[in-house]
């Protein structure tokens, strides 16, 4: 068990005083972050980059495990207290998270969230333990004509395949494209989309792009729509749960771990679909049907835990291939990226005591979550009762100093107002934005790729069909265009009832229409 | 297939509201024709690679994102012709009802563009302070004073804060020596 050995070496490296300081630190900020309303974990992370700047790669990235997970948990308190999940895949806790809270049972929800997130991402850990080293030395046996089609995988599932509408996918995917295009080519040395301005001959920093679209355009978006009034907090004491919620959690938990890890570990994965049909299985399985859209714990607890664990389970292609699938996961990257540290499927084999002193972070990160956070859930709490004013103007005021410390230059504050605009518009016209953020990232790589695989190869255009692998890609990235189209077709001869299945939650008025629809 | 997004789309089937269309998307267009243009004109504008060892050339990306970003531009204007409509971001702090309060974001890219430049006369610290003062009564705080502490707190904090615990020294500007 040689994996075994890294790890013990990673806990080793991870376990020393100042770096538990490292890990607290980082997990206490990322919830603190998270529980800010209007903050997702991408932009938690994006928001804290600039604080892993000068401290030593290890150091940061325990500091990351920390902040991953504990931005994740804040989101969930949020959904839960407030009514307003920070993003799509804590949806469905919100919706049972919040009935209980209403109904006086806030602390066994924040709980069962709380429990569950780290039964799941521990158990996510686990596998990832197990998987990533066996993918990464599967990956290294690959060619540049498998890596290239794996990475336009990627591309496709996260543009097509997720979000709503494939055509907005598009558009946000080559807009992520171009942004990606600027600075010198690689091959010829020639600037290209520069402006002429010799800063931009590096590229953009993909840290400024994820501050901007992340930070500065949700910030401006929320301006424009401000709550005259700020949504209601529910007060809450210490979390806790009784003996009949421990019983109707723990198999919840387990199977909402089942369910997430695969689905995050996929190319074209992402947490919603999990948390969704966990949160189906148990509304079919439970004994308390009728608790079911009015705070239904099982509904908590699976959803949850599905969500952990894709969490988890995003980081085995992170890890070993080098490919994000989420937003977080993309911000994470850049991180390596800025340390020097070539993100692909030579990671373990290049810096195994780095990638597993991280891993051994994930499992420390995750006990000190739960550690900390059940005596602390009334003072996180208080944080959702922080004024909007001083809220978005801090967040206004952090994005700025996050992008003018990369490089120390006012070229990069304005790059990020000018993103800043561009996420505002996407915002407004529904464009989704993780394919952006993929698109800047993968961009540059796959033209990288495919020209030095053609340089290889003698410019012969075959060279990219040789090997079997990247043939069977090529193959599911066609499935995966079809396969809606032929849904399409198959939903017009056999057209089915739509899901009995509650209002996606967005806010107060968002409820009467749930109650509506089940009235 | 996109679990959450379902409900909203069958709330809207349930719930018929007269949408208008929204031309205000044709913005989205004009970006994108206007990226895709400066794409293509820039390309065109480099010397190709040797095309035995390198048959893509440095151009060939830069020239199928543009023309993409073009084709796309006009499938995109047709669909909103066609009454296409995107679904607008919600989250906790928004109020999807609310007609959009633009006055309040010129304000704030004008406050934005004022900080951009004057960071290096002004020094961090400072301009930290007027940013978050600004953004603060910008968007609503009424408490002058207290939004000004809050401001130096962070703008003068981070500045020490960069400088000795990271040593990143964010430029001092006018309160060069005095910092």
Same mark, same amino acid.
């Given at each position: 068990?040689?994996?075994?050995?890294?790890?013990?070496?990673?806990?080793?490296?991870?376990?020393?005083?100042?770096?538990?300081?490292?890990?607290?630190?980082?997990?206490?900020?990322?919830?603190?972050?998270?529980?800010?309303?209007?903050?997702?974990?991408?932009?938690?992370?994006?928001?804290?980059?600039?604080?892993?700047?000068?401290?030593?790669?290890?150091?940061?990235?325990?500091?990351?495990?920390?902040?991953?997970?504990?931005?994740?948990?804040?989101?969930?308190?949020?959904?839960?207290?407030?009514?307003?999940?920070?993003?799509?895949?804590?949806?469905?806790?919100?919706?049972?998270?919040?009935?209980?809270?209403?109904?006086?049972?806030?602390?066994?929800?924040?709980?069962?969230?709380?429990?569950?997130?780290?039964?799941?991402?521990?158990?996510?850990?686990?596998?990832?333990?197990?998987?990533?080293?066996?993918?990464?030395?599967?990956?290294?046996?690959?060619?540049?004509?498998?890596?290239?089609?794996?990475?336009?995988?990627?591309?496709?599932?996260?543009?097509?395949?997720?979000?709503?509408?494939?055509?907005?996918?598009?558009?946000?995917?080559?807009?992520?494209?171009?942004?990606?295009?600027?600075?010198?080519?690689?091959?010829?040395?020639?600037?290209?989309?520069?402006?002429?301005?010799?800063?931009?001959?590096?590229?953009?920093?993909?840290?400024?792009?994820?501050?901007?679209?992340?930070?500065?355009?949700?910030?401006?978006?929320?301006?424009?729509?401000?709550?005259?009034?700020?949504?209601?907090?529910?007060?809450?004491?210490?979390?806790?749960?009784?003996?009949?919620?421990?019983?109707?959690?723990?198999?919840?938990?387990?199977?909402?771990?089942?369910?997430?890890?695969?689905?995050?570990?996929?190319?074209?994965?992402?947490?919603?679909?999990?948390?969704?049909?966990?949160?189906?299985?148990?509304?079919?399985?439970?004994?308390?049907?009728?608790?079911?859209?009015?705070?239904?714990?099982?509904?908590?607890?699976?959803?949850?835990?599905?969500?952990?664990?894709?969490?988890?389970?995003?980081?085995?292609?992170?890890?070993?291939?080098?490919?994000?699938?989420?937003?977080?996961?993309?911000?994470?990257?850049?991180?390596?990226?800025?340390?020097?540290?070539?993100?692909?499927?030579?990671?373990?084999?290049?810096?195994?005591?780095?990638?597993?002193?991280?891993?051994?972070?994930?499992?420390?990160?995750?006990? #000190?979550? !739960?550690? %900390?956070? +059940?005596?602390?859930?009334? *003072?996180?709490?208080?944080?959702? @009762?922080?004024?909007? /004013?001083? &809220?978005?103007?801090?967040?206004?005021?952090?994005?700025?100093?996050?992008?003018?410390?990369?490089?120390?230059?006012? #070229?990069? !504050?304005? %790059?990020? +107002?000018?993103?800043?605009? *561009?996420?505002?518009?996407?915002? @407004?016209?529904?464009? /989704?934005? &993780?394919?952006?953020?993929?698109?800047?990232?993968?961009?540059?790589?796959?033209?990288?790729?495919?020209?030095?695989? #053609?340089? !290889?190869?003698?410019?012969?255009?075959?060279?990219?069909?040789?090997?079997?692998?990247?043939?069977?890609?090529?193959?599911?990235?066609?499935?995966?265009?079809?396969?809606?189209?032929?849904?399409?077709?198959?939903?017009?001869?056999?057209?089915?009832?739509?899901?009995?299945?509650?209002?996606?939650?967005?806010?107060?008025?968002?409820?009467?229409?749930?109650?509506?629809?089940?009235? | 297939?996109?679990?959450?997004?379902?409900?909203?789309?069958?709330?809207?089937?349930?719930?018929?509201?007269?949408?208008?269309?929204?031309?205000?998307?044709?913005?989205?267009?004009?970006?994108?024709?206007?990226?895709?243009?400066?794409?293509?004109?820039?390309?065109?504008?480099?010397?190709?690679?040797?095309?035995?060892?390198?048959?893509?050339?440095?151009?060939?990306?830069?020239?199928?994102?543009?023309?993409?970003?073009?084709?796309?531009?006009?499938?995109?204007?047709?669909?909103?012709?066609?009454?296409?409509?995107?679904?607008?971001?919600?989250?906790?702090?928004?109020?999807?009802?609310?007609?959009?309060?633009?006055?309040?974001?010129?304000?704030?890219?004008?406050?934005?563009?004022?900080?951009?430049?004057?960071?290096?006369?002004?020094?961090?610290?400072?301009?930290?302070?007027?940013?978050?003062?600004?953004?603060?009564?910008?968007?609503?705080?009424?408490?002058?004073?207290?939004?000004?502490?809050?401001?130096?707190?962070?703008?003068?904090?981070?500045?020490?804060?960069?400088?000795?615990?990271?040593?990143?020294?964010?430029?001092?500007?006018?309160?060069?020596?005095?910092?």
């Amino acid at each position: 068990m040689d994996n075994l050995n890294w790890l013990l070496q990673g806990f080793e490296q991870a376990a020393t005083p100042m770096n538990l300081l490292y890990a607290c630190i980082g997990v206490l900020l990322g919830t603190a972050v998270g529980v800010l309303p209007g903050i997702g974990p991408a932009m938690t992370v994006a928001l804290l980059l600039p604080v892993t700047y000068n401290v030593s790669p290890s150091a940061a990235f325990i500091m990351f495990a920390g902040i991953y997970y504990g931005g994740m948990y804040g989101g969930s308190t949020t959904s839960i207290l407030l009514n307003t999940p920070g993003e799509s895949s804590s949806v469905i806790t919100a919706i049972e998270g919040n009935k209980m809270a209403r109904a006086g049972r806030a602390a066994q929800a924040l709980a069962t969230a709380a429990i569950g997130s780290f039964v799941a991402g521990s158990i996510g850990t686990m596998l990832l333990v197990l998987f990533a080293p066996a993918v990464s030395s599967f990956a290294v046996t690959l060619g540049a004509p498998s890596y290239l089609a794996i990475m336009l995988l990627a591309l496709v599932a996260v543009t097509a395949v997720l979000g709503t509408s494939k055509l907005r996918g598009c558009i946000s995917l080559l807009l992520g494209l171009a942004i990606g295009l600027v600075g010198i080519d690689f091959l010829t040395g020639q600037p290209r989309a520069t402006f002429g301005i010799p800063q931009l001959s590096d590229g953009i920093d993909i840290v400024v792009v994820a501050v901007a679209v992340f930070a500065l355009g949700e910030a401006l978006w929320v301006a424009a729509h401000l709550r005259r009034k700020p949504a209601e907090v529910i007060p809450v004491g210490r979390p806790w749960m009784g003996k009949s919620d421990w019983k109707r959690s723990w198999k919840p938990w387990l199977r909402g771990t089942a369910y997430g890890f695969p689905f995050g570990a996929l190319p074209a994965g992402g947490a919603e679909l999990p948390t969704f049909l966990s949160y189906i299985t148990e509304k079919k399985l439970s004994k308390h049907k009728d608790e079911f859209g009015k705070g239904a714990i099982e509904g908590v607890a699976g959803p949850e835990a599905a969500n952990n664990a894709s969490a988890a389970g995003t980081l085995v292609p992170m890890l070993s291939l080098g490919l994000p699938t989420n937003a977080t996961a993309a911000v994470m990257l850049t991180a390596f990226v800025s340390y020097g540290i070539q993100p692909g499927p030579t990671l373990f084999e290049k810096e195994p005591l780095l990638i597993w002193t991280l891993i051994a972070s994930l499992f420390i990160g995750n006990f #000190l979550l !739960l550690v %900390l956070n +059940l005596p602390l859930a009334p *003072l996180w709490a208080k944080l959702l @009762r922080t004024p909007r /004013p001083y &809220l978005y103007a801090g967040i206004l005021f952090f994005a700025a100093l996050g992008a003018f410390a990369v490089n120390l230059q006012w #070229l990069d !504050l304005a %790059l990020l +107002l000018t993103f800043g605009l *561009l996420g505002l518009m996407m915002r @407004r016209f529904g464009l /989704p934005v &993780l394919p952006l953020i993929i698109g800047v990232i993968l961009g540059p790589r796959i033209e990288r790729q495919l020209r030095q695989s #053609l340089q !290889l190869g003698g410019g012969d255009w075959g060279s990219l069909f040789t090997e079997p692998v990247a043939i069977i890609v090529y193959i599911v990235i066609a499935m995966l265009l079809v396969a809606p189209l032929v849904a399409k077709v198959v939903r017009a001869h056999y057209p089915v009832a739509a899901p009995d299945f509650p209002d996606g939650p967005a806010g107060g008025d968002a409820t009467d229409t749930r109650e509506k629809a089940h009235a | 297939m996109t679990a959450p997004a379902e409900p909203s789309a069958v709330s809207a089937d349930t719930a018929p509201a007269p949408k208008r269309r929204d031309y205000a998307q044709f913005v989205v267009c004009a970006v994108m024709a206007a990226v895709g243009v400066f794409l293509v004109v820039d390309a065109l504008s480099l010397t190709g690679g040797f095309a035995k060892v390198d048959p893509v050339g440095p151009r060939l990306f830069p020239l199928v994102i543009g023309g993409g970003l073009l084709v796309l531009s006009v499938v995109f204007a047709v669909a909103i012709l066609r009454g296409s409509t995107g679904e607008a971001d919600s989250g906790e702090d928004v109020d999807p009802n609310s007609p959009g309060d633009w006055k309040t974001v010129g304000l704030l890219v004008g406050l934005f563009v004022v900080t951009i430049a004057f960071v290096d006369v002004l020094g961090w610290a400072i301009i930290g302070t007027v940013l978050f003062a600004g953004a603060a009564t910008i968007l609503g705080s009424r408490h002058w004073v207290r939004n000004v502490a809050i401001g130096a707190v962070l703008g003068f904090g981070s500045f020490y804060a960069f400088y000795v615990g990271l040593g990143i020294p964010l430029p001092a500007g006018i309160l060069d020596g005095i910092l």
